[in-house]
Structures are given as structure tokens and as C-alpha cells.
């Protein structure tokens, strides 16, 4: 028979008895540290990502976001008319026109992009406004050109003498073989030259940054490879090709021939290789063996690179063949150059 008594008497004890074992166990085990603060960082592609990082981190050592970050460091090679493979002054395409190509992508999985897009300077800033302004994710062409001028962007030349000097050179014999990793032999840094105009770049700049709050953000602007066919689009305005963040784990980038960072979905590859506990580097690696098994003899003549950072701050590269190199930015150092490691 049910004594109601002895219930609420066993009951009391078992809470007493539950109770005591939860203050033991509150004193065996100590209540969790907080996780310590961030440190930024910033690194992106090439050397001239050294420049981009400077511009970047004047954003992050103040606290700044890191999208905001990215945006402002990727500005100075679309500025630069030097380097022909971002922005102003890049290398047209064969029919003697400039075009390019990038996209951003936030901490909250945002992310904007144009393709194909002509006479607007900063390419990564209407990337940015397509992410904020429409409910769309990519514009191309015309209609990415329409969209930068009904938002403020000035229409200009991106067709600089010296690239149209060098187009007009390449015309002669219209020879389509790209240098590997040209982005390191283009310029003297005492003294900035030209190689000759049948020699070009296919090449980018990306970048990935964390900021003080531990958020992470990334950016990748080109002009895509020189002398293409018009229209022709690579990997870097595509989301999961040339560029991925994800704010649990970490973020990747993407360098070099974009035809086979598109059929490999490269970046995203990265960054998934990441969340089983990759690091950095090796993710890197795992996704250019991907590339090179299944296609081993043109891996061989084409360069391919993917740079990663992970939430905790740890960074890497891994490219195709030697000579690629990437840019870190901290609080120890603001013009780290590191040599990328390679399969070749």
C-alpha cells in the first residue's frame, strides 16, 4: 500500500542526498575560464598582400570589424597599376577590355559578388553592396556595371598605357600559355619593370582576417587571367571556390588557375577539411592532392594555391608547384612574407 509520508520523507533525503553531491562536485570541479580575447590577424596571397595587410590591419588594431578589414586592405592592389593581375591596370582580356571579378563573405555567412564587371575600380565594394543592398548573392556584366553607377561608383578607363602597351604585344604571336606564379616576377621592388607582353599573369589577391572579437571575415579581388576570352569568369567571385568562411571553423582562399578551384569547389573543400580536424596547412594540401589526382599531368604545368586561417587563430598554405607565397599581418609583425610549401 502507497504510505504518502514515506514517499515525501524518501524524496526530501534523495534531494538532500542530490544536493550534497552537486556542491561536491562544484568543488572538484572548477566553474570554466573565460576564453581569452582574440588576437587579430590578417594574411592574404603574394607579396603584394603585404601592402593589403598594412591597410587591413589599421582596421583591426583599433578594433575594427573584420569584413570592414578585408574590404579596406584588398582596395590597395585594385588601386595599384603596377599590379596587373587586380583591379586598375590589369591585363584585359583578348579583345583588349578589362573585367573583373570578386566577392566578400562575412562572419554570419553573408556574402556578395561580381563577375565580369568594367570600368569601376573597386570591384570588392560593389561585391560588398551586392551583399548588403539586394537580396542576391552574384551580378554580372552589364548588369553589375548598371548596379555600381545607380550606387554611386564613377565609370572609369581600367585599361591603363602600359597594360594596353602589353596586350598589343601579346596581339603579335596571341599566344596563350600562362606563367606560373608571375605575381613574383612581374616587378623589381627597387625598381618596378615590366616582363614582356607575352608574359602574364592569372592571378589574384585573396584575404582573411580575425578580428578582436574573434569573427571572422574574407575578401577576393582580380582581373582574372590575362588575355582570356571575354566573358570568362574563374574562381574568384565564386563563394566555396575562391573564397569560404565559416565562423566555427575558419576561412580559405584560393590562388592560381581557377578552372580547377571551380571543379573542386576548392575553398569550401578547405574549410570542411577543416572541421574534421585538419590543420590549416594540411587541409591545404588534402584539397591541391585532390586537383592533382585527378587530373596529374596538367597539374604539372598550371599552379594552384589555398591559403586558410582557422578560428583559433592558425594559419597555413599549401600550393601545386613552388614559388607561392603568402602575407601575414599580427601584432608581432606586420610584413611577414612566408614561403608557401608545395607538392612540386
Known amino acids: 500500500m502507497f504510505d504518502r509520508r514515506k514517499f515525501i520523507k524518501s524524496s526530501a533525503i534523495s534531494a538532500s542526498l542530490l544536493a550534497i553531491g552537486k556542491s561536491s562536485i562544484a568543488n572538484i570541479i572548477p566553474a570554466p575560464l573565460a ?9 592574404s596571397t603574394w607579396d603584394f598582400g603585404i601592402a593589403a595587410n598594412h591597410a587591413a590591419w589599421g582596421v583591426l588594431s583599433a578594433g ?42 562575412d562572419e554570419e555567412g553573408n556574402c556578395g559578388s561580381v563577375a565580369g564587371l568594367e570600368h569601376i575600380e573597386h570591384a570588392i565594394s560593389v561585391a560588398r553592396m551586392v551583399m548588403e543592398k539586394t537580396p542576391h548573392v552574384m551580378l554580372v556584366g552589364d548588369g553589375a556595371l548598371q548596379f555600381a553607377l ?24 596571341a599566344k596563350y600559355a600562362p606563367v606560373m606564379n608571375i605575381e613574383n616576377k612581374l616587378y623589381d621592388k627597387a625598381s ?66 581557377g578552372e580547377e578551384v571551380i571543379r573542386n569547389v576548392g575553398s569550401f573543400l578547405v574549410v570542411e577539411l577543416m572541421r574534421q580536424g585538419y590543420p590549416p596547412e594540411e587541409a591545404c594540401k588534402e ?6 589526382k585527378k587530373k596529374p599531368a596538367k597539374a604539372k604545368e598550371i599552379q594552384v594555391g589555398f591559403l586558410a586561417l582557422s578560428k583559433k587563430g592558425q594559419y597555413g598554405a599549401y600550393a ?12 608581432e609583425n606586420q610584413s611577414l612574407l612566408i ?6
Open 287 to 292: 584539397a591541391v592532392m585532390r586537383i592533382i
Open 64 to 105: 575594427g570589424r573584420a569584413l570592414d578589414a578585408v574590404e579596406k586592405g584588398v582596395q590597395v592592389p585594385e588601386s595599384d597599376v603596377k599590379n596587373q593581375s587586380v583591379g586598375l591596370g590589369g591585363l584585359p582580356d583578348r579583345d583588349g577590355i578589362v573585367t573583373l571579378d570578386a566577392c566578400i563573405m
Open 192 to 257: 618596378p619593370t615590366r616582363l614582356p607582353g607575352n608574359q602574364y599573369n592569372h592571378d589574384t589577391i585573396g584575404m582573411l582576417a580575425l578580428d578582436a572579437k574573434g569573427n571572422l571575415s574574407g575578401a577576393c579581388t582580380t582581373s582574372g587571367m590575362a588575355y582570356k576570352l571575354h566573358g570568362r569568369v574563374g574562381d574568384s567571385p565564386i563563394i566555396g571556390a575562391g573564397l569560404y568562411i565559416d565562423n566555427e571553423i575558419g576561412g580559405a582562399t584560393s590562388t592560381g588557375v
Open 35 to 43: 576564453a581569452p580575447a582574440a588576437k587579430p590577424l590578417v594574411i
Open 150 to 173: 545607380e550606387n554611386g561608383f564613377k565609370k572609369i578607363n581600367l585599361l591603363t598605357p602600359e597594360s594596353e602597351k602589353a596586350w598589343k604585344e601579346w596581339l603579335k604571336t
Open 339 to 344: 614561403p608557401g610549401k608545395s607538392y612540386y
Open 320 to 331: 601545386i608547384q613552388k614559388g607561392f607565397s603568402y602575407a601575414v599581418c599580427n601584432e
